[in-house]
């Protein structure tokens, strides 16, 4: 699917994720992403953006699976990190936000 953010501190103007090159093949059938009337496979899951708002809003990674209970289904390289979508140390000012 596609996600819009906005904020203050978001990284605005980028695609963290790659458009698919593969809607059509070649001769005309459809890619391996397309399963047809205008739905894509997505190639990031939902998970990975919920991972860096967490992250974000200070959710430690020790409790990160009962944030994601689905977080072991993805490999872990796949997620992003809360410095791909937001500006600064984002970790440390929400921490001290918390105390």
């Known amino acids: 699917g ?8 978001v990284k ?11 809607i059509l ?14 739905r894509m496979i997505p190639s990031m899951a939902w998970d990975s953006v919920w991972h860096a708002l967490a992250q974000w809003m200070g959710v430690e990674e020790a409790e990160m699976d009962k ?10 390289d796949s997620f992003l990190d809360a410095t791909d979508l937001f ?9 001290a936000l918390r105390k």
């Not at 605005?12 to 593969?22: E, F, K, S, T």
């Not at 944030?67 to 872990?76: E, G, Q, Y």
């Not at 500006?87 to 921490?95: A, D, P, Q, S, Y």
Request: charged share 25%; aromatic share 8%.
């Open 2 to 9: 596609n996600y819009f953010m906005i904020g203050g501190d």
């Open 87 to 95: 500006h600064g140390n984002v970790r440390r000012e929400r921490k």
């Open 67 to 76: 944030v994601l209970p689905n977080k072991d289904a993805f490999p872990a």
């Open 25 to 38: 093949n070649p001769d005309g059938s459809r890619g391996p992403s397309n399963v047809g009337r205008g």
């Open 12 to 22: 605005g103007g980028q695609i963290v994720n790659r458009y698919p090159n593969d």
